[in-house]
């Protein structure tokens, strides 16, 4: 590695300081102000809502002791200390068709999976634990089995009173089958919010338009818009603004009025045509500026009216870096959903060396695979260009070296990111 490379001067050797990662994530969580209404909407409406308040157990889950598999009930006290014991099967119990009736001493009945455990019986003898003949009446079992085994105790996976779901949850497949076990038909989520999109820039075209000479097809409004909806939140997209500081001061005073967020890629550095923070700070606050992270210096956050404002760079891959680590946990917060303390990473030996500069943090686009021994490494993808966003499709995970960190060497413990599909 070619030391020298790291006292180049390149976009970062700016006289302005820069606000660390860590501290720009604090900014704006402590500044959103969190009020999302609430609604109810049928179950099959619910996944990816976030639910509004905790939902109780009405009834216990399972509501009744039931067996854990196919076999026979019996009283614990029949089951033989030593040798073998007969046992009369007085009938036969089936999920949804309980058993009518007692198990007396010296009975059982044969049980299927999931059915009532039958009064006077708290044990389940699997079938393949039958001495001969299983279809024989009567059976014979044999010593070694455990009273109450075999079989699911009545509220075990929830009692009634229970939280079943805390607020703040959002709805997976998962907390679809809980919620349905419970009987909700109806759930309280927070409303989703609503987040208008847009791209700036002069040289952008959609990606039906043939390209003229020193044109570009836009790639982030459908990236921003795959990551917004992704999240639950209502979409609007408001299309390609020119750099004209009029059309984007009237686009964003517009969008305000009837949106929770804004996000715009573009427009936030200092060049003659990024018009965005200008158009920001007329219209209302400007908060954070200009983060000491790579990719995605140039980004802003501020306020207009009661409407969030994030503005990301114009470089592809700079705008899935700046979501990732500064929109999505502040769209979480916005619509109600749980904080998580940290982001969720691991570390991992990284087998090349990678180049870092302290005083800001480096996002490198990673592989994590899986050596010939079974072990776990990560690789960057190879050219970090905030340019190249092949590179993004090509990973699986993110590779993060903090504000205060130095170049890594063969074979240190890096902290990965993995991306969440």
Same mark, same amino acid.
């Given at each position: 590695? #070619? ?166 949850? /959002? ?125 995605? /210096? ?16 114009? #470089? ?43 005083? /800001? ?61």
């Amino acid at each position: 590695m #070619n030391q020298s490379n790291l006292t180049k001067p390149d976009c970062f050797d700016v006289p302005e300081e820069l606000t660390a990662l860590s501290l720009a994530r604090a900014h704006i969580l402590d500044a959103l102000t969190v009020r999302p209404a609430t609604a109810k909407v049928n179950l099959h409406e619910a996944h990816g809502r976030i639910l509004a308040q905790n939902l109780l157990a009405p009834a216990d889950v399972p509501p009744v002791n039931n067996a854990a598999m196919d076999g026979f009930a019996v009283r614990s006290a029949d089951l033989p200390e030593h040798g073998e014991r007969s046992l009369a099967v007085a009938g036969i119990a089936l999920a949804g068709k309980p058993f009518d009736g007692n198990v007396e001493s010296g009975s059982c009945v044969r049980i299927m999976t999931g059915a009532a455990i039958p009064d006077g019986a708290d044990t389940v003898i699997a079938q393949e634990h039958v001495i001969g003949d299983m279809e024989a009446n009567p059976i014979v079992i044999d010593a070694g089995h455990k009273a109450g085994q075999n079989m699911r105790p009545r509220g075990e996976d929830l009692a009634a009173g229970d939280v079943v779901l805390k607020a703040g949850k /959002r709805i997976g497949a998962a907390e679809l089958g809980v919620l349905s076990s419970m009987g909700f038909d109806r759930v309280p989520v927070f409303e989703q919010l609503r987040v208008a999109v847009f791209s700036t820039g002069d040289e952008l075209r959609e990606p039906d338009v043939t390209l003229d000479h020193g044109l570009i097809h836009d790639c982030n409004r459908p990236i921003l818009r795959a990551l917004v909806t992704q999240l639950g939140c209502s979409l609007t997209d408001l299309g390609i603004l020119p750099d004209q500081y009029e059309v984007v001061r009237d686009a964003l005073a517009e969008a305000a009025t009837d949106h929770d967020v804004i996000i715009t890629s573009g427009g936030v550095s200092t060049g003659v045509a990024d018009y965005v923070t200008r158009a920001l700070q007329e219209l209302g606050d400007l908060g954070v500026w200009r983060i000491a992270l790579r990719p995605g /210096r140039p980004f802003a956050h501020g306020r207009i009216g009661a409407c969030e404002f994030f503005g990301l760079p114009g #470089n592809p891959v700079a705008v899935m870096v700046t979501f990732d680590q500064l929109v999505n946990p502040a769209l979480g917060t916005l619509a109600g959903l749980s904080p998580v303390d940290s982001p969720f990473r691991f570390r991992l030996p990284c087998t090349e060396a990678l180049r870092k500069k302290t005083g /800001r943090t480096e996002v490198y686009r990673a592989i994590m695979y899986r050596e010939a021994n079974g072990t776990l490494s990560v690789k960057s993808t190879g050219k970090q260009s905030s340019g190249l966003l092949k590179s993004m499709s090509d990973a699986n995970c993110f590779i993060l070296l903090e504000h205060d960190d130095e170049s890594t060497s063969v074979g240190q413990l890096v902290d990965v990111i993995p991306f969440s599909d």
